[in-house]
């Protein structure tokens, strides 16, 4: 399945940045740092997207969200 044009907009982006407006959130996740990791589904290409920081000092950024974990 490929990325639609926004959710490939979305990928890199800070956290700041709010979900494209068919991105809709799905689940919470508690990472292994003890932090949250938001779960969004596209609507339009079913790509599923993460928003979480990968080590918990880092600020949030939107990822793709893979089979085998993240990008």
């Given amino acids: ?3 639609c044009d926004l959710c490939e907009s979305q990928l890199g982006r800070p ?3 709010p ?8 689940a919470t996740l508690r990472t292994a740092s ?4 938001f779960v969004y589904r596209c609507g339009d290409c079913g790509q599923t997207l993460l928003l979480a ?3 918990g000092d880092t600020p949030d ?3 793709r969200l893979d ?5």
């Fill in 34 to 37: 003890g932090h949250n990791a």
């Fill in 61 to 63: 950024r939107w990822t």
């Fill in 15 to 17: 956290g700041h940045v």
């Fill in 1 to 3: 399945m490929t990325l």
């Fill in 67 to 71: 089979a085998d974990g993240w990008n």
């Fill in 19 to 26: 979900p494209h407006p068919r991105l809709v959130m799905s």
């Fill in 53 to 55: 920081s990968h080590d």
